[in-house]
């Protein structure tokens, strides 16, 4: 990449200015060394002492501390691979970081991010108090006035425009107990607008996975790969956003000399490992799958056994594949056919096979699509619940996975329950509150434009709007947005403004807004992009290093992370501004019904008994604190590639390690968690399980059940429905229910009894019992080839929006306009409008967006850590040499590049490359600070700016959403690059 | 005593900078200043590799040959290190080293660069093992404390190995010879007059 490295220094606070904030209790580092008696200085004070030329250095050693050092365990805040963070601290302040061996996840590892993680916490550029914008200008408030003003503020825009037009915008760097009571503010505030980066990642992921098979996550694990014979990494560059798992990656490529397949618009640093590199054009995934399915088709290779047993609606996926013929697909996507051809019989033969994917997958219109014809080249292949295979979904953030599952989610309540009427009686229960009050929060939708009106209850039911498209919720006229009113004020806990496509429009709709506060240990984008004057609040918020909770790697383990150091500054956590907020507004005694909460600090552990008494339907049941804690304390007994304990180890023994959902049960009944889904050859107390019966039983004639098919040691020898309290009495195995949890059931069920399901068996009885015969509760079903509830039943391809081949628009148009989420999806008059005016002749470019190993999402922690912005000093496009020729553009120049929407632009240094084909241009998303060309530093709080500002990408981004999630399409756009 | 070698292990090497990083951090290493860095060659292309740098601590050092203050001196586990009250900051060591370790705080000529700075191997300088006069001007001394440098000990891949010469190039070969491919240990000609045979 491009990195220009410098001597001198960064445009940085003086220290002085700094300190003479500080009224933190906790001694930051700097307190501690004058206390400590230690002068600052370091490495370059000697000799070399030059003021404003060099950093000082001026942390302690622990060898000059001369106290005691104690170890502190948490978890990465940055990527989902779950590193253990070991830190050294010293009377409170955190001085040095150490390997963490005993990890089975990273083994010591880390990338530049983790490598460099101890300075997040440090960072004299976090937010240090709470903050209002008046007149343009940033004030300093407390705590309380901040928290007073805006919960009067809320409360009135609550009583003029109703609670749908609050908007929550979650964090994936939540923990999972801070997610959860993220969805339960939601919940209680009376609004399904509840959202998080997840939307922007791998929505599409969890919609067309789960789907397929029943869960949408990753199906095995980083460590699992290690057994992989053949893996297709399509659509995702892990030597950049996941470097820890190149080294399982590496491992197994090595060991069992597997092929390492990288199919990708780009010759990235992963593919310069592979054995083989597909260059794909970006948009063209499902011709390029369909290609390879059309050769193993063709030519017998696929599982046949394994499709008649375990999978539904093949036959009417060969249909759509033989419409790809080679010829068709080398058209479509570039991909000569004999390569395809060489690589889907690697991938059909050389078996275990698995599929990895990112983001490259996910970010379209056609997301959904995309990751259900993945699973069905897993499927067709037999390449699904056995080590070595399966769907490895690389997630994004760190606690991504946990803050999906804990529903911060438009369409669903806390593990996936949904809205429906019964999964907000399920939560009543588990919250104990009443329903009715619930219901009661909601707004009552009154008929505009034509469409029905929604009851409170209907409201309550309805899915709220997607976080790609809040502004639009904003900027259009009112009676287009179904709700009550638009959206009249932000509520962003942990969530940049600079990762949702079209930023000019988000700009446009930030002015708009009545309120705008933003919760994060960093100021980010959305306070420089100088779009308002007053009304805005900022509230500093601790790292998760600096706080206990649990987060849920990709593989679905879960990590339980201490507190490594008191927050700093002014800065509190995300429970305590909840809780705060929450008191505010009048139901905290609610809300925190069964939460311990000390000095207005609600207890993370209570947090998640609480989840694990919901939990039921995800298996987010038997992880109790005390048993992740254990994992923790005993990393090293787990092992390296099945990831499991000995049975006889203390504590832990036969454990998955981080008790990676679903971990069934009460945490009594020490279910070891399930390391690799679907997987029949264990028996359901090891991990073990078969695709979930989720669809039904039987569809247009056909079994939807499992045929001679089922997990080891099952009673019941076939495919089964999932379980209720009735078909436990069918089979008479209700008998071994305990009183009290017989009593739970009769009382959950009043006078339907019987329809009782595992899910919301708030004794676990029904778990427990299946468990004990062999069987899952979640039934044994078959997966689906053909997903008929969705858009596209069998996926077909769809060119992008803004296509470079207008000519194939006739044939493979994007789908219909709808109205989705509230609001209208005019994907196909953007489309049309597009081909007539012919845009892709004066931006002939398609631009594609992707990551940079240093920083991380939006890039506001990161790009104000020196250590890591010193890497990468500027923002940059990524221009072929043959098109930097054709437009005179030399390596290192200045270059603005130019967007098809809103007349965007922005100016960025030209890094002329092969890595990228010709006719693409790749641009990093972490960066922002710079908007069409002018520098917006003096916007940020003084002394809050990141070292490395730049302009955003997704200036240039570009209308689309997948039909299904929301999802935005940073991924398949066009551009035109001229020289400045 | 052990022979302290790097080897960096370029078809494993994935450029994450972890290396430089991991630097930084244990020795709260200055903007401007990269005791370790990785390059890349073939950037973008067929054949790409990636190779993390720093000071190798040659064997007959060539920095020492040319040093006219003599302030390189090297350990008895053949860690090359250097005294910064010596160092009148000439450059001659920049010129003669073939791999670029050598750093300066400034740009300037005839002594006005400000003393060198270079990987130390994590070991310190000529002060007391773990004295705070070490720290303040070597870093952290983590052979002192029974530890590797840290570079390779957080190497994302474990391309990067650091270590007793014999040990870890017996890793190198185990690992070359079970996957059947190895592009050498890359400067150990230049470094150590010597490569690691398969």
Redesign the interface.
């Known amino acids: 990449m491009l990195t220009k490295?410098?001597?001198?220094?960064?445009g940085r606070t003086k220290l002085s200015a700094i300190t003479a904030g500080l009224v933190s209790e906790a001694v930051d580092r700097r307190t501690f060394l004058r206390r400590s008696g230690?002068?600052a200085?370091?490495?370059?004070?000697?000799?070399?002492l030059?003021l404003g030329?060099?950093?000082?250095?001026?942390?302690?050693?622990?060898?000059?501390s001369g106290a005691d050092v104690v170890i502190k365990k948490n978890i990465c805040t940055h990527c989902s691979v779950g590193c253990t963070v070991t830190a050294e601290v010293v009377n409170g302040v955190w001085v040095?970081?150490e390997?963490s061996w005993e990890s089975p996840i990273n083994r010591?590892?880390?990338?530049?991010?983790?490598?460099?993680i101890?300075?997040l916490v440090h960072s004299e550029r976090r937010l240090k108090y709470p903050m209002k914008l008046v007149d343009g200008q940033w004030q300093r408030i407390s705590w309380e006035t901040a928290i007073n003003e805006i919960g009067d503020k809320i409360s009135a825009i609550r009583e003029k425009s109703g609670a749908d037009s609050v908007y929550w915008l979650g964090s994936a760097k939540f923990t999972n107990e801070a997610s959860y009571l993220f969805r339960k503010l939601g919940a209680f505030w009376g609004t399904n607008s509840v959202d998080h980066q997840a939307r922007i990642c791998h929505s599409t992921t969890v919609a067309g996975v789960a789907n397929t098979w029943g869960y949408g996550a990753q199906t095995n694990s980083y460590n699992d790969i290690r057994n992989a014979k053949t893996m297709i990494i399509m659509g995702g560059n892990p030597?950049?956003a996941h470097?820890?798992s190149?080294?399982h990656l590496?491992s197994g490529?090595?060991?069992n000399?597997a092929n390492m397949i990288v199919i990708e618009p780009r010759?990235t640093?992963?593919a310069?490992?592979a054995t083989e590199?597909v260059r794909i054009r970006p948009g063209t995934d499902i011709p390029v799958i369909w290609g390879m399915l059309w050769h193993i088709f063709q030519n017998g290779w696929e599982d046949k056994e394994f499709i008649r047993q375990r999978v539904y609606g093949m036959d009417d996926v060969r249909k759509e594949v033989a419409k790809w013929t080679p010829d068709e697909v080398e058209r479509v996507t570039g991909v000569p056919g004999d390569q395809l051809k060489r690589v889907a019989e690697m991938f059909a033969k050389d078996k275990p096979s698995t599929l990895i994917w990112c983001m490259g997958a996910t970010q379209h219109t056609v997301g959904t699509a995309n990751v259900r014809a993945f699973c069905i080249a897993c499927l067709a292949t037999g390449n699904v619940g056995a080590p070595g295979t399966g769907a490895n979904i690389f997630r994004g953030h760190t606690n991504v996975q946990g803050a999906t599952d804990l529903g911060l989610d438009v369409t669903t309540l806390p593990l996936y329950y949904g809205l429906v009427e019964g999964a907000w009686k399920h939560w009543a229960r588990v919250w104990e509150v009443e329903y009715d009050w619930l219901q009661s929060r909601f707004d009552e939708v009154p008929a505009i434009a034509g469409r029905k009106p929604r009851s409170r209850k209907e409201n309550m039911e309805a899915p709220g709007i997607t976080s790609t498209r809040w502004f639009d919720a904003v900027n259009l006229p009112e009676d287009q947005v179904d709700q009550r009113a638009g959206i009249k004020a932000m509520m962003v806990f942990g969530h940049g403004g600079n990762t949702v496509t079209r930023i000019p429009e988000a700009v446009k709709g930030m002015g708009k807004l009545e309120l705008l506060v933003v919760a994060d240990p960093h100021p980010t984008t959305f306070s420089a992009l100088n779009a308002r004057r007053d009304n805005t609040y900022l509230l500093p918020i601790c790292t998760s290093l600096e706080m206990d909770g649990s987060r849920t790697a990709s593989n679905r383990s879960l990590q339980w992370g201490e507190q490594i150091v008191k927050p700093a500054f002014e800065s509190k956590n995300d429970y305590e501004a909840m809780y705060l907020l929450a008191k505010k507004l009048g139901f905290a005694d609610k809300m925190f019904k069964n939460i311990k909460i000390e000095n207005n600090v609600p207890s993370a552990e209570d947090l998640l008994r609480e989840i694990n008494r919901g939990g039921w339907s995800t298996g987010y049941c038997g992880q109790s604190p005390e048993r992740l804690k254990a994992h923790m304390k005993n990393q090293s007994k787990f092992d390296l590639v099945t990831l499991r304990a000995p049975k006889d180890a203390p504590d832990v023994g036969g454990d998955y390690y981080g008790l990676p959902w679903p971990c069934w049960g009460k945490p009594e009944i020490r279910h070891p968690g399930t390391h690799i889904l679907y997987n029949t050859n264990l028996h359901v107390k090891d991990g073990g399980s078969t695709f979930r019966a989720r669809f039904g039983t039987e569809r247009n004639g056909q079994t939807l059940l499992a045929e001679e098919s089922y997990s080891v040691g099952s009673e019941l020898t076939d495919g089964y429905p999932e379980f209720t309290m009735g078909v436990l009495k069918k089979l008479g195995w209700d008998k071994d229910l305990t009183a009290d949890e017989l009593a739970t059931i009769t009382k959950i069920g009043g006078n339907n009894v019987d329809a009782v399901s595992w899910a919301i068996d708030l004794s676990g009885g029904i778990q427990r019992i299946c468990l004990d015969h062999g069987v899952i509760h979640y039934g044994n079903g078959k997966a689906r080839a053909n997903a008929w509830n969705l858009p596209d039943p069998i996926p077909v391809h769809r060119e992008p929006i803004y296509t470079p081949r207008p000519e194939l628009v006739a044939k493979y148009p994007t789908r219909p306009d709808e109205r989705q989420f509230r609001l209208p999806n005019i994907g196909f008059s953007v489309q049309k409008a597009a081909v007539d005016r012919s845009i892709a002749k004066d931006f002939p470019i398609i631009l594609t967006s992707g990551r940079l190993?240093?920083f991380e999402g939006g890039g506001e922690e990161t790009r104000s850590n020196?250590?890591?912005a010193?890497?990468q000093q500027d923002m940059f496009v990524e221009v072929n040499t043959a098109d930097a020729g054709d437009r005179g553009i030399k390596d290192g120049q200045w270059v603005w590049v130019l967007g098809p929407e809103d007349g965007a632009k922005v100016k960025v240094k030209a890094l002329v490359?092969?890595?990228?084909g010709r006719g693409v241009a790749w641009m990093p998303f972490h960066f922002s600070g710079w908007y069409q060309g002018a520098d917006m530093r003096s916007y940020y709080p003084p002394g809050t700016d990141p070292v490395v500002l730049g302009e955003s990408v997704n200036t240039l981004t570009t209308y689309g959403f997948d039909p299904v999630t929301g999802m935005q399409e940073p991924k398949a756009t066009l551009c035109q690059i001229r020289a400045v | 005593m052990a022979r302290m070698k790097f080897l960096c292990d370029s078809?494993?090497c994935?450029?994450?900078?972890?290396?430089?990083?991991?630097c930084?951090?244990?020795?709260?290493?200055?903007?401007?200043?990269?005791r370790r860095?990785v390059v890349t060659i073939n950037?973008?292309?067929?054949g790409?590799?990636?190779i993390s740098m720093a000071c190798m601590h040659c064997t007959d050092a060539p920095c020492a040959a040319v040093c006219p203050v003599d302030c390189f001196y090297t350990t008895a586990d053949a860690v090359v290190l250097h005294s910064?009250?010596l160092?009148i900051?000439c450059g001659y060591c920049f010129y003669a080293c073939p791999f670029g370790a050598p750093q300066?705080?400034?740009?300037g000529n005839f002594g006005s660069r400000?003393?060198m700075?270079k990987c130390t191997y994590c070991a310190g300088g000529p002060e007391a093992d773990?004295?705070?006069a070490e720290?303040?001007?070597?870093?952290?001394?983590r052979l002192?404390?029974g530890k590797l440098p840290?570079c390779a000990?957080?190497?994302?891949?474990?391309a990067l190995l650091a270590g007793d010469s014999d040990m870890i190039a017996q890793i190198y070969k185990e690992?070359v010879i079970?996957?059947?491919y190895g592009s050498g240990a890359w400067g150990w000609r230049t470094a150590y007059r010597e490569t690691v045979a398969i």
């Open positions: 490295r410098r001597n001198g220094e960064v230690l002068a200085g370091g490495l370059a004070a000697v000799g070399s030059q030329a060099v950093k000082k250095a001026s942390a302690a050693g622990t060898a000059v040095g970081q390997p010591g590892t880390h990338c530049a991010k983790g490598a460099a101890r300075e030597a950049r470097p820890i190149m080294q590496l490529k090595e060991l000399r010759f640093r992963t310069a490992h590199f190993v240093e020196p250590w890591l010193e890497l490359t092969d890595r990228v | 078809d494993r994935i450029d994450c900078n972890a290396c430089v990083t991991a930084k951090n244990e020795h709260e290493v200055p903007w401007g200043i990269n860095r950037d973008g292309m067929p790409e590799r990636s910064k009250d160092c900051g300066y705080p400034r740009v400000g003393k700075d773990l004295s705070e720290y303040v001007k070597y870093g952290a001394n002192a404390e840290l000990e957080m190497c994302s891949t474990k690992r079970k996957r059947g």
